[in-house]
T-cell receptor, first 119, second 115 residues
Framework: GAVVSQHPSWVICKSGTSVKIECRSL??????MFWYRQFPKQSLMLMAT?????????EQGVEKDKFLINHASLTLSTLTVTSAHPEDSSFYIC???????????????FGPGTRLTVT | AQSVTQLDSHVSVSEGTPVLLRCNYS??????LFWYVQHPNKGLQLLLK??????LVKGINGFEAEFKKSETSFHLTKPSAHMSDAAEYFC?????????????FGTGTRLTIIP
């Protein structure tokens, strides 16, 4: 299998505080993980690509100092939303690429998502 | 550059009738194409994928899709809808060139099943 978990599944925080979201690959090692953001009734937008042991690659328009990504191990990537504001409220979804499948390397396994509400 | 257009934002069908969710793509490279399903407040589940093998792809839960290069389409179908099929469906494209793994998502189609 290829299971990806996220924690927490739901979080409420006050404006100005920081919140950390964890993404774990439970039964495989993931050298590459991806973070997406999904606004209500909209599609997923890629925020950044997280590579184990190196800096994340952010998409254009995503503030790297606001959305801190750390991929410290082959099974864990974290997204920290710093100094959160109400406009950061969204559904954050991570995915992980399972290595070793050359022809299918474009398949990503998605976590269940984390709903962030900033009050 | 690549893009995906899901032609219908909302589709309603009666239980037991066929489902058709339309998707057109644009890609500078030979694409890999996917359909994902998302149930409310859940992550995404892969339904099926096309990666330059057979053009008619069969997925889980009775879904299938046909890659038509001449029409740049990858429509999702199911012969008989079930209540549990009610969800949001995303068509996704990625170029097949090495090293590029970015997925481009369509805007989604919400499928409603009428009892």
């Amino acid at each position: 299998g290829a299971v990806v978990s996220q924690h927490p599944s739901w979080v409420i925080c006050k404006s100005g505080t920081s919140v950390k979201i964890e993404c774990r690959s439970l039964d495989f090692q993931a050298t590459t993980m991806f973070w997406y953001r999904q606004f209500p009734k909209q599609s997923l937008m890629l925020m950044a690509t997280s590579n184990e042991g190196s800096k994340a690659t952010y998409e254009q328009g995503v503030e790297k100092d606001k959305f801190l990504i750390n991929h410290a191990s082959l099974t864990l990537s974290t997204l920290t939303v710093t100094s959160a504001h109400p406009e950061d409220s969204s559904f954050y979804i991570c995915s992980a690429r399972k290595p070793g499948l050359a022809k299918l390397s474009y398949e990503q396994y998605f976590g269940p998502g984390t709903r962030l509400t900033v009050t | 550059a690549q893009s995906v257009t899901q032609l219908d934002s909302h589709v309603s069908v009666s239980e037991g009738t066929p489902v058709l969710l339309r998707c057109n793509y644009s890609s500078s490279y030979s694409p890999s194409l996917f359909w994902y399903v998302q149930h409310p407040n859940k992550g995404l589940q892969l339904l099926l994928k096309y990666t330059s093998a057979a053009t008619l792809v069969k997925g889980i839960n009775g879904f299938e899709a046909e890659f038509k290069k001449s029409e740049t389409s990858f429509h999702l179908t199911k012969p008989s809808a079930h209540m549990s099929d009610a969800a949001e469906y995303f068509c996704v494209v990625t170029p097949s060139n090495f090293g590029n793994e970015k997925l481009t998502f369509g805007t989604g189609t919400r499928l409603t099943i009428i009892p």
